[in-house]
């Protein structure tokens, strides 16, 4: 029989004593859920699943034949791979090819990993499995890891030919093809206007950050790269949101559950709080001060949700009187607790996805408007409102920005005022808006 390196998973069951059981590769990659066939002497008693939580870690097993020169020839070894799947992989990879090369009267060709100059030699396929892991397990919320996974995706699209491709070898020149390829080889949202230039430089930036995590210098230099085209900023007009407040009025669909009141309400909502689409969805009566009239986001863990960052706004952002006098209506309409949501679905759970945005998609159609249906957008008319009224600094803190500079790209107005504090200013900009 051939002698060979078997790469085993230790499980953490305690019932099984903690077994070690083989593994099977797909991909390029430890193919998971780890299946073990539990025998008893030669008769199977059970078939069992494991996933990634369930493993203490990966070995290599093998009879050394001098491929471990710090361990005796001929010696049976476990040797740990680490508990990382993909580093695992790649570990198992190097020892497996030197074991073979060695095994034919080769001379192995990889640097052990425990030597001061070894580099890991990663793939782009393993490098990409890994940033998905990685960006999960940090706690990014889905959305972005979606957002970078699937950039990086097409950069591992564009080198279909060449899957194994090392990170390191990836050249200048490659980008540069890839930049050509991408237009007619991805899919852009409907209606998004954005400019290719925007796209591939989002393409860019994201895999230099997944190049730089993994130790690689990006090949393409800045100075390179597309220049960005500045978006036209948008925000909802005065016009437009009255429009909206009477399309609510206009009949709906039998399966529409949402009354007038509650759209209403949603665009008021939307409006007075410059919430995000996820920060809306999870928004309970609980996070608004009836006392002092302000609201602020909070941690949802009953739902596994946090705000972004994991952070609640550093000041509370004060609310209209009249909106705060809607949202106790509609609080004591629906006899609601503390802790109920104020937009839930019909099971009372957060709306996932499109739903909140569907309200808004029929509300525009209504009312013949030519703006696109955007949650988003209700957010930078907040923002426009408040840096016109209160100052760009005050708008920076109740949208939850880190630095002006992110706020300054959402501000749809041509100038703001950043002198004193106005809530007169603030109050006078909503007087303008319908009921």
């Known amino acids: 029989m051939k002698a060979k390196v078997t790469m085993l998973a230790r499980i ?14 797909r991909r390029n990659a430890i193919q998971f859920p780890i299946e073990w066939e539990r025998k008893d002497a030669k008769r199977t008693i059970g078939v069992h699943s494991f996933e990634p939580d369930a493993v203490m870690g990966f070995y290599a097993r093998f009879q050394n034949n001098g491929v471990n020169p710090k361990e005796p020839l001929g010696k049976r070894l ?14 198992f990879q190097r020892l497996d090819q030197d074991f073979e090369r060695i095994e034919r009267g080769l001379a192995p060709v990889n640097v052990p990993a425990d030597t001061p100059d070894a580099a890991p030699k990663m793939t782009l396929t393993q490098a990409v499995a890994k940033f998905e892991r990685d960006l999960t397990a940090e706690g990014k919320k889905r959305r972005a890891v979606e957002s970078y996974i699937g950039r990086v995706r097409n950069l591992l699209r564009f080198f ?18 890839f930049l050509v390829w991408l237009p007619a080889n991805i899919r852009r949202r409907p209606g998004s206007g954005g400019h290719i230039n925007n796209t591939q430089h989002n393409h860019l930036r994201d895999a230099k950050i997944m190049f730089t995590r993994y130790g690689i ?25 009255n429009a909206m407040l009477e399309a609510t009025k206009r009949s709906r669909h039998d399966n529409n559950h949402w009354l007038e009141q509650d759209e209403r309400d949603l665009i008021h909502f939307l409006l007075n709080t410059g919430f995000r689409d996820e920060e809306v969805a ?39 009187p009249r909106f705060l006098k809607k949202m106790k209506a509609r609080k004591e309409k629906y006899s609601a607790k503390n802790t109920d949501l104020i937009f839930p679905n019909t099971l009372g759970k957060p709306y996932l996805n499109e739903g909140l945005l569907n309200v808004i998609r029929r509300l525009t159609e209504e009312a013949g408007l030519e703006d696109k249906a955007s949650l988003h957008q209700f957010r930078k008319t907040f923002g426009t409102m408040i840096a016109n009224a209160r100052g760009i600094e005050q708008a920076r803190i109740w949208l939850g920005h880190e630095d002006v500079e992110t706020t300054q790209a959402y501000l749809a107005a041509d100038e703001w005022v950043s002198s004193e504090d106005s809530a007169a200013k603030q109050r006078a900009i909503f007087e303008a808006v319908g009921d």
């Open 217 to 241: 210098q990006f090949p393409l230099e800045n100075k390179y790269w597309p220049k960005k085209i500045g978006k036209r900023k948008r925000k909802y007009s005065v016009d437009s949101i």
């Open 282 to 320: 999870h928004a309970q009566y609980g996070d608004i001060n009836f006392k002092k009239g302000s609201i602020n986001v909070y941690p949802k863990p009953e739902y596994n949700w946090s705000p972004k960052n994991n952070k609640s706004r550093q000041q509370d952002i004060d609310l209209d």
């Open 12 to 25: 953490n069951n305690r019932e099984f004593n903690f077994p070690y059981v083989p593994v099977e590769f």
């Open 78 to 91: 476990m040797q740990p791979l680490g508990k990382d799947p993909v580093s695992a992989y790649m570990e």
């Open 160 to 177: 279909a030919k060449r899957p194994d491709i090392r990170l390191d070898r990836i050249t200048a020149d490659d980008i540069r093809n």
